[in-house]
């Protein structure tokens, strides 16, 4: 008997799983199903769910916007990323994200998929379709990220303007 490796998942398809950065994470592809070669996770979120400026020392990431705008902070500039739009962070280069559109919908793309574990330790099970609403739990955020210094490493607060200023949520 042959085992298929073929991973299909249509819309709304995937582990749901709140996380603590805020928005809702649909799993599309785990690192297990992949042999650790990449994770794909579908995130649904809200206008003003912001990063703040971190960095992945050990692994590539690639925000795909399929629905809304995002403001991509990467190498001291900031860019607008909309629709079919790409942005690519490769290991070790600072960057951040704010939804500056009131919503988002992206896919984002993490090669190797060696950062699961800090996605899951700062995430929890959803099946409300308001999870994306919910306010982010910045100390869940972080006790993540200072369990998992190979996966993440949070350098500061978001960089954007608006976020300094109050006009988008808190970075995540």
């Known amino acids: 008997m042959t085992t298929s490796r073929t991973i299909i998942r249509g819309e709304g398809e995937g582990e749901r799983l709140w996380f603590a950065g805020g928005g ?3 799993w599309k592809a785990t690192a297990e199903e992949t042999a650790g070669a ?3 996770v579908e995130d649904r979120m809200t206008q003003g769910k912001t990063t703040p400026l971190h960095t992945h020392p050990n692994l590539d990431e690639t925000l795909i916007v399929l629905e809304g705008k995002i403001l991509v902070y990467a190498e ?9 739009g790409v942005a690519v962070a490769l290991r070790g280069d600072p960057h951040a994200f704010m939804v500056t559109s009131e919503s988002a919908l992206i896919l984002f793309l993490q090669t190797p998929g060696n950062g699961e574990a800090f996605y899951r330790d700062a995430s929890e099970p959803s099946t409300d379709e308001t999870d994306a609403e919910r306010p982010p739990d910045f100390d869940l955020l972080r006790a993540s990220a200072e369990h998992h210094p190979d996966i993440i ?3 500061g607060p978001p960089p954007f303007e608006a976020a300094r200023e109050g006009a988008a949520a808190p970075g995540s």
């Open 76 to 84: 001291g500039t900031e860019h607008r990323v909309g629709p079919h």
């Open 24 to 26: 809702v994470h649909i």
């Open 38 to 40: 990449f994770l794909l």
């Open 153 to 155: 490493e949070i350098l």
